[in-house]
């Protein structure tokens, strides 16, 4: 370890040296050390490497497919050490890493580790705790509803409810209504507070080890006394998780809303009873942005989750397109406000004021075009011989013609077609997106959680998940339009592999044969030149000694072609 306690794949880690990182990793260097300022080792590679982390990630992950089982280390991404309060305060774990890496680094969301320890936390506590979020918020909608139900508008004096049991009901609607209100602005509070402070002690972590090497390595080149410069500069306008999240931002546009809608509803109706047409609009705008704010909730969830991320990126497209129409549509409003608008009291003939007549009117109607509704064309036919006696030349029917090709046939359909390129492009990482924002829903509600249910949860990771054992299933086709021919191209490697393993063991066997068969051509032959040389009918010692030298010789040329056949 060096000055600041850093292993050397802390140090590759936080200087973003892949190379080194993967060969330290390879002679199983370990990954869940920390530094002396608390820095965790996977921690440092998901904020500094990312393909660092997906290798050490994988270190972490064993596979037995004799039994098809795998295990995950869990408690290597929460370590037990963080039930220190001195270190948890500032040790960040990796999950937490990686929700504030944001969700460009989708590939670690991907990883199975990463989807183990989601899934463990949200059985944990995760889940209890966005039922309850959710539970309080379906009671916000219901109050605002029925708020929005019990005051109608009405004409002043005029009595909306009579009976006074269900006058009863509206009081305690509206009661509720204003606790929930203040329970919301608690809560919301409550969610930044704590994860601005986790972002002050990153920060604060962070800085500590900047000053360190400019402490302890006084010998720095200017190139690298500039980049120490430039990450401090980076940390310092560095945002929090929170921040950078656009919800919460809507959420406090919302509760302001709310505040406002309130505030005006009680006061118009106890005090200026008058006001009830402008009340009931600001009700029912507030209604609608209460409404929208469940896609919140809904993006957590595997089913509703990648429709709330598509959703969520096609306002870019409408953006995209509003920008081309008003381009087109403004001149086209200027020109239909002064060729047909009112006053129409000196025309002949059946018109409809109520679709030119004012600016609003006209503007309305022109929007209209693109949706093919009524637009008055008789109206405008009468206006254009009226008024300029241009009864041959249609005047008229060109400049509908060029506003509805343009707006309702060109702009809608390229409209359609850009949502249906983001779709496409969207939905294949969809899922993904839904697991970070489930991650980010799990990283917020931990942080709440009191000190002794966080270590509770972590020593229960730290033991009874080191590892997780699951099953898996390696038998599984993908989903890939390549892969029957990637099947084929395996199975013809294969056979030609086997068929020159073949080839290659007959050549070897006749060759062994043919060895053998020269061995004991060779023997009789020595025995027939020897018979014939002495002659069969020779009598005396020579001739019993050259017989019994040619039956020995035969005797085990005959035995040795036996042993050449079992082989």
């Known amino acids: 370890r060096d000055y600041r306690g850093r292993t050397p794949l802390l140090l590759a880690a936080e200087l973003g040296r892949m190379s080194a990182g993967a060969m330290l990793l390879e002679c199983k260097a370990k990954v869940y050390a920390i530094d002396f300022t608390g820095m965790y080792g996977i921690s440092a590679m998901v904020n500094k490497c990312p393909p660092l982390a997906i290798k050490a990630l994988d270190t972490c992950v064993e596979r037995d497919l004799r039994n098809r089982r795998q295990s995950f280390s869990l408690q290597f991404l929460e370590p037990v050490t963080l039930c220190n309060d001195s270190c948890a305060k500032t040790t960040f774990t990796v999950l937490e890493e990686t929700v504030r890496a944001g969700s460009s680094n989708l590939e670690i969301i991907k990883h199975e580790m990463i989807q183990k320890i989601i899934d463990v936390k949200w059985r944990q506590f995760g889940r209890r705790g966005y039922i309850k979020e959710l539970a309080a918020y379906i009671i916000v909608l219901i109050n605002w509803s029925l708020l929005c139900l019990f005051n109608p508008i009405r004409a002043p004096g005029d009595k909306v409810i009579a009976d006074d049991g269900i006058k009863y009901v509206e009081i305690a609607n509206e009661v509720l209504t204003v606790l929930f209100f203040l329970y919301q602005i608690f809560d919301e509070g409550r969610e930044m507070r704590t994860n601005q402070r986790r972002h002050n002690q990153f920060v604060e972590q962070r800085m500590k080890q900047l000053e360190m090497e400019f402490k302890y ?54 005090r200026v009873p008058a006001l009830t047409v402008e009340r009931g609009m600001l009700l029912s705008c507030t209604l609608v942005i209460v409404w929208l704010k469940m ?27 509003a920008s081309v129409y008003i381009i087109l549509y403004i001149p086209m409003v200027c020109l239909f406000y002064h060729f047909f608008a009112a006053p129409y009291d000196d025309i002949k003939g059946e018109i409809d004021p109520m679709l030119y007549g004012t600016l609003q009117e006209t503007c309305f109607t022109v929007f209209v075009y693109t949706l093919v509704g009524d637009y008055g064309y008789e109206t405008l036919k009468t206006i254009t011989t009226d008024r300029m006696g241009w009864g041959s030349f249609p005047f008229t029917q060109c400049v509908i013609a060029y506003w509805i090709t343009v707006s309702a046939i060109l702009l809608l359909n390229i409209f359609i077609a850009l949502m249906s390129d983001t779709f496409d492009r969207v939905y294949e990482n969809a899922l993904v997106v839904s697991q970070f924002e489930r991650a980010a829903m799990i990283v917020s509600i931990e942080n709440k959680l009191p000190s002794f249910w966080r270590k509770h949860h972590l020593i229960d990771i730290s033991y009874n998940y080191a590892p997780a054992v699951a099953f898996f299933d390696d038998d599984e086709v993908p989903e890939d339009d390549d892969f029957e021919e990637e099947v084929k191209q395996s199975h013809e490697t294969l056979k030609s592999l086997i068929v020159q ?40 010692s020579d001739h019993s000694s050259d017989t019994e030298f040619s039956w020995t010789h035969y005797s085990r040329s005959k035995r040795r072609n036996q042993n050449c056949k079992a082989q």
């Open 217 to 270: 390595l006084e010998l720095l080149s200017e190139e690298e006394k500039e980049y120490l410069r430039k990450e401090q500069e980076t940390v310092r306008k560095s945002k929090s998780v929170y921040s950078g999240d656009y919800w919460n931002t809507f959420d406090w546009f919302s509760i302001v809303l709310m505040f406002v809608t309130l505030v005006v509803h009680f006061t118009i109706k106890y």
């Open 295 to 321: 896609f919140k909730y809904c993006r957590v969830l595997e089913t509703l989750g990648p429709f709330c991320v598509i959703i969520a990126s096609l306002p870019k497209d409408f953006i995209k397109i």
């Open 501 to 540: 393993q073949q080839a290659k063991m007959e050549s070897d066997l006749i060759k062994f044969v043919k060895k053998k068969m020269i061995i004991q051509s060779e023997i009789i032959a020595e025995i027939l030149s020897k018979i014939d040389a002495k002659g069969l009918g020779d009598s005396g």
